[in-house]
C-alpha cells in the first residue's frame, strides 16, 4: 500500500516563505510557494536576495525534482506574498489552485501592483469554491475560509486514502469573518495531522487593539475631532480594515476618500461579498492619481468617468470633513490645501508597526507636520488564545507549527504537539 506523508520543505522555523509537500505514492500537492520574508531568527532577508531568488542563494526550492514525478498542482491558500510569491518561477505548465475571490484579488493586483509583487500566473489557475470539494490525482481537497486581513483566505482539508490533514493558512478569531471558526468546527474533526500558523507567539505583534471592531471604534473617536482631517495608512489590500475605515466614516460623518486601485478591487469584490461599498449615494470619494488613471485607461479605456461623481481633488476641498485612506506618497497636496483652509490634519497607523520601522515616508511627513502618528491596528494573525481554541475543537491527533518563529512554544500551550524540522517527513 502506498505510504502518504507530509513534509514541511519551508515554513517550520520562520514566518513567510511557506511551502508544504503532500505525498501519496508518487502523487503530491503542494500547499502554498510563498516568498520568504526573514531567515529563522527573524532578521529581515536582504532584498537583493530576494529580487534575485534561485536555489543557490536558497529563496527557490527544488520542489519540482524531489520525487519520481513533479506535483500535481500547487494550491494557493491566499493572495499575500509570502504564500505564492515564488509561484511565477515555476513551468509554464504548471497546475494551480486558488480560490475565486483571490483570484479576484490578483487580477486587479496586476494592473497596479509594481512588477516585483505581481502575480504573472493566472492563466495557469484552476479556481475553487470555499466548500466544495475537489479531486487532484489520488488527493479530495476542501477549502474553508478563513477569518484573515487577506480577503478569501482560505484553510485546506486534504484526504487521502483514509488520512486527512488539516493546513489552517494564515487565519485569526477577531476579524470580521470570525464566525468562520464555528462553521469549521462542525466540519473539521480530529485530522491525523493539523498544520496551524504561530505567528503573533514571536510576541512582535501588538495586542493594544485585540479586535477589529476595536479599531473601527478607534476610528471614530479619532474621526470626531471637529475640524480634524485624517490621512490613514492602510493596506488596501486588507479589505476587513477598509470596512473598518468605511464604517467609521460613516458614524461620524465623514467623506472616505480612496484612490482608484482601492476602488476597483472594491468592486471587483462585490461579486463574492455584495455587502462590501461602495454603495449609490454614500460617502465614498475617489481621487485619480495619474499613475493609476494610466492604468485604468490602458485596461479598461474610459471606464473610469463612471465615478466622476465621486472624484475629488485638491480644488474640491471645501470642508474638513474628510478622511483620506490613500498612499503616503500621495498625502502632502490634501494635506496642505487643507491646512491653507486652517484645518489641522491628524496622521494615523493602521498597519503592523514593523512596515513603519522601514519607511522613511513616514518619519517625513510627522516631522513635516508636527504630528506623530496615531496608531490603531489588530494582526490579521490568531493570538494565543484562539489558537488554543481552535486547536481544541479540532482535536488534531498531531499538531505541527508552522509559520511561526516559536515552535517551541506550542510544545507548553498545546497538546499533542509534533515539532518538525524544514524538510522532516511526517509518515501518516
Known amino acids: 500500500m502506498a505510504n502518504t506523508s507530509v513534509t514541511i520543505l519551508r515554513g517550520s522555523d520562520t514566518i513567510g516563505g511557506t511551502c508544504i509537500k503532500i505525498r501519496h505514492g508518487e502523487d503530491s500537492i503542494i500547499l502554498d510557494y510563498g516568498a520568504p520574508l526573514m531567515d529563522n531568527t527573524g532578521a529581515e532577508l536582504a532584498a537583493e536576495v530576494i529580487s534575485s531568488p534561485s536555489l543557490e542563494n536558497g529563496i527557490l526550492l527544488d520542489v519540482q525534482q524531489q520525487d519520481v514525478k513533479p506535483p500535481l498542482a500547487y494550491l494557493i491558500s491566499h493572495a499575500h506574498p509570502d504564500h505564492y510569491g515564488l509561484i511565477d518561477k515555476l513551468p509554464d505548465n504548471t497546475v494551480i489552485y486558488l480560490s475565486d475571490s483571490s483570484y479576484s484579488m490578483l487580477q486587479i493586483g496586476n494592473l497596479f501592483y509594481p512588477e516585483a509583487l505581481r502575480f504573472n500566473s493566472l492563466a495557469l489557475c484552476q479556481l475553487f469554491q470555499p466548500g466544495k470539494p475537489f479531486q487532484i490525482g489520488p488527493f479530495k481537497i476542501t477549502a474553508y475560509l478563513m477569518d484573515h486581513s487577506a480577503f478569501g483566505a482560505c484553510s485546506l482539508l486534504v484526504e487521502v486514502a483514509g488520512k ?5 493558512g494564515d487565519f485569526r478569531g477577531h476579524g470580521r469573518k470570525k464566525n468562520t471558526s464555528e462553521y469549521i468546527y462542525n466540519r473539521v474533526k480530529q485530522p491525523d495531522v493539523m498544520l496551524i500558523e504561530g505567528t503573533t507567539l514571536d510576541e512582535r505583534h501588538s495586542q493594544q ?42 458614524r461620524t460623518g465623514k467623506k472616505l476618500v480612496i484612490d482608484l486601485y482601492q476602488l476597483y478591487l472594491l468592486e471587483a469584490l462585490k461579486k463574492h461579498a455584495p455587502g462590501l461599498p461602495p454603495h449609490k449615494g454614500d460617502h465614498l470619494r475617489v481621487i485619480f492619481p495619474k499613475s493609476q488613471l494610466n492604468v485604468i485607461k490602458q485596461a479598461y479605456g474610459n471606464d473610469f468617468l ?7 481633488n485638491v480644488d474640491k476641498l471645501k470642508s474638513s470633513d474628510y478622511v483620506f485612506r490613500v498612499s503616503p506618497y500621495a498625502m502632502t497636496p490634501y494635506m496642505d490645501a487643507l491646512l491653507e483652509q486652517g484645518a489641522q490634519p491628524k496622521l494615523i497607523y493602521s498597519m503592523w508597526l514593523g512596515y513603519k520601522e522601514k519607511q522613511p515616508k513616514f518619519t517625513e511627513l510627522s516631522n513635516k507636520y508636527g504630528q506623530e502618528w496615531l496608531y490603531a491596528h489588530t494582526s490579521g494573525h490568531a493570538y494565543s488564545d484562539h489558537l488554543k481554541a481552535f486547536a481544541e475543537k479540532i482535536g488534531a491527533k498531531r499538531l505541527v507549527p508552522v509559520h511561526t518563529l516559536n515552535s517551541d512554544k506550542f510544545v507548553t500551550l498545546f497538546e499533542n504537539v509534533q515539532q518538525v524540522e524544514n524538510g522532516g517527513e511526517i509518515i501518516l
Open 164 to 168: 486527512t490533514v488539516f493546513y489552517t
Open 209 to 250: 487593539f485585540p479586535t477589529e471592531k476595536s479599531v473601527e471604534d478607534a476610528m471614530v473617536t479619532a474621526f470626531s475631532e471637529p475640524n480634524r482631517p485624517a490621512f490613514v495608512v492602510a493596506s488596501g489590500s486588507n479589505i476587513d480594515r477598509i470596512v473598518s475605515l468605511y464604517n467609521a466614516t460613516k
Open 306 to 312: 463612471k465615478y466622476s461623481g465621486r472624484h475629488v
